[in-house]
């Protein structure tokens, strides 16, 4: 039986600490940069533009993560629903991922394959217009804020850093591609862009 001593030193628990997340890191994390070049080969993702870029970073401060998934399960009721199951391939260039762990509102991984840009802003400025029993707050103010572009560029360079492939180009020429537009607008690329590069994959 352990003491109480033994239960309650600090060491020990800096120790087990430290061991259970060493333990973590191996199994989680080192095989996935082991397969990184394969899993690469084997993906149908695209890098989102600067604009689609500037989108999601709305779709993240606006906190629409929280009562979205982008995650389809392997479950038949899911794949039915929302199309073919996740595959880690998918979301090589998602920095953070938005997968994602409570649905009050329905999944987006497939979203820009099933609604025009239109629908997508009415949506967002009175969702009730279209889904009359939808809980969903309305962001008529995310088309009436412009976006600068200012930060564009950095925000690009470091995914660069993280992996995803972007050339100098496309990095020096993203502040003018963003810039003057809405964040509605801009969010509404991103949702557009949700699904597209793994279209051809769905029929598989």
Known sequence: MLSKDFTQSLVILIVATVLVASFSIVVLIVPSLVRTDAIRVNSLAKPLTAVQVAGRDVYISEGCHVCH?????????????????????????????????????PDLTNLGRKYSEQWQRIHLINPRQVVPTSLMPAYPWLFRQVLSGDEIEAKMRVLQTLGVPYTDDEIERARLQVKGLTKGEALIQYLQSLGQDTADDQER
Do not use: C, H
């Not at 899911?78 to 260039?93: H, L, P």
């Open 69 to 105: 998934t982008q995650m389809v399960r392997n479950i038949e009721p899911e794949v039915k629903r929302d199309g073919r199951a996740n595959k880690e391939s998918d979301d090589i260039y998602e920095f953070p991922n938005l997968w994602g762990s409570k649905r009050t509102g």
